[in-house]
């Protein structure tokens, strides 16, 4: 890719919460990325963005393929509701562009097989959001695990837990990709996933919603889950969005334990503490952007050529396990997963570290949490 640009070109798509807050923003700490338009429904929207981040181009979701065909940008960043990851990726392929998607890459296996196979017949990179795949208090927790530190690893266990406003686009019906799993317990499965090395074989799950609170009409207030693994292992969680702000998870094996708390935030510090052989370290990691080095992987992976990892077949390991789940919580029966090969796993090599910022004022979109 000798012709290759020194930037990626970006347009971000979606402009709620997770873009305004975090993607827009993270720009600045992306030295191999450009930021050239964006694509919003909202006329609101679209006019103040492109005033706040010095944009020329804006486009509607109806003139989206007028953006693909128009080769202003190299990428996509795909910020949507996760019923329409699925249909963006596909036409940002299919018109040669590379697509950095939000998780969780979609709402079903077929629809994750669907946005491979176009990434793969159109010779594009498609990378998932998992910015905890970057961030060096994870990645650290990875690397005890896989030194053996905690000696033969035995269980995880993990909360995840916000109060959700009503009203907010996660409370979606199951269908449209709502509920809690796909928004929050798909964290804590990845983590057991990472930290485990390996893939769930079968899942049992259990969901439950306060009667009379209108939040939870179309999906579950909260989910508790057991992942059984190969070994003996057992990964187990809560995730909800009908409690108190919880992020944290536990990893224990013969020799010790490590706690990290919190775990999966992105607007705040993390940390872990580590016990293990009658020996503690502890450490905090002060508040980081984690969306500027998703840009920076990606945008290299796209610039030299090279397969990012957390790739589509990462997305769809998560949400294989995902359907699993509801399907179990539904018919309250443990359900067998196929054992799959991932070839790639998180590690050190991928941490990339970036100042944090203040998030900027939202237009017409805010947080999911109730204040």
């Known amino acids: 890719m000798a012709d290759s640009p020194k930037k990626v070109r970006y347009a971000v798509v979606g402009l709620g919460h997770i873009a305004q807050a975090a993607v827009l923003p993270a720009f600045e700490n992306a030295e191999n990325s450009e930021l050239v338009a964006i694509v919003s429904g909202d006329g609101e929207k679209r006019r103040a963005i492109c005033a706040r981040y010095g944009l020329e181009h804006a486009f509607t979701y109806d003139e989206f393929d007028s953006l693909l065909e128009q080769k202003l940008v190299d990428a996509v960043y795909i910020a949507l509701p996760n019923d329409l990851h699925c249909d963006y990726t596909v036409r940002a392929a299919n018109a040669g562009l590379h697509v950095l998607c939000e998780k969780p890459m979609a709402v079903t296996e077929q629809q994750c097989e669907r946005m491979i196979a176009a990434a793969?017949?159109?010779?594009?990179?498609?990378?998932?959001?998992?910015?905890?795949?970057?961030?060096?208090?994870?990645?650290?927790?990875?690397?005890?695990?896989?030194?053996?530190?905690?000696?033969?690893?035995?269980?995880?266990?993990s909360t995840f837990s916000q109060n959700v406003v009503d009203g907010d686009i996660r409370l979606s019906p199951l269908a449209e990709g709502g509920g809690s799993v796909y928004d929050m317990g798909i964290y804590c499965i990845n983590a057991a996933r990472y930290l485990f090395g390996d893939e769930p074989i079968e899942v049992i799950a259990r969901s439950e919603s306060r009667a009379g609170d209108p939040r939870f009409a179309e999906c579950d207030e909260m989910t508790s889950v057991v992942m059984r693994f190969a070994g003996e292992r057992i990964a187990s969680f809560t995730s909800s969005f009908g409690a108190g702000a919880v992020s944290t998870y536990r990893l224990v094996g013969t020799d010790g334990e490590l706690v990290m708390d919190p775990a999966f935030e992105y607007a705040t510090h993390l940390g872990y503490a580590l016990k293990a052989n009658g020996k503690s370290r502890a450490r905090t990691f002060e508040k980081r952007d984690q969306f500027g080095p998703e840009l920076v992987y990606f945008s290299d992976c796209v610039l030299n050529g090279r397969h990012p990892e957390p790739d589509g077949y990462e997305g769809w390991a998560d949400v294989r396990i995902i359907e699993a789940i509801y399907e179990s919580a539904r018919t309250g029966?443990?359900?067998?997963?196929?054992?799959?090969?991932?070839?790639?796993?998180?590690?050190?090599?991928?941490?990339?570290?970036?100042?944090?910022?203040?998030?900027?004022?939202?237009?017409k979109a805010s947080s999911p949490k109730e204040p």
């Open 120 to 157: 793969e017949k159109n010779d594009v990179r498609l990378m998932i959001a998992y910015r905890l795949h970057f961030d060096a208090a994870n990645l650290e927790a990875i690397d005890a695990a896989r030194r053996g530190d905690l000696g033969d690893l035995r269980f995880f266990t």
């Open 333 to 363: 029966k443990a359900v067998a997963i196929e054992p799959i090969e991932q070839s790639s796993r998180p590690d050190l090599r991928q941490k990339i570290t970036r100042p944090g910022f203040d998030k900027p004022d939202e237009i």
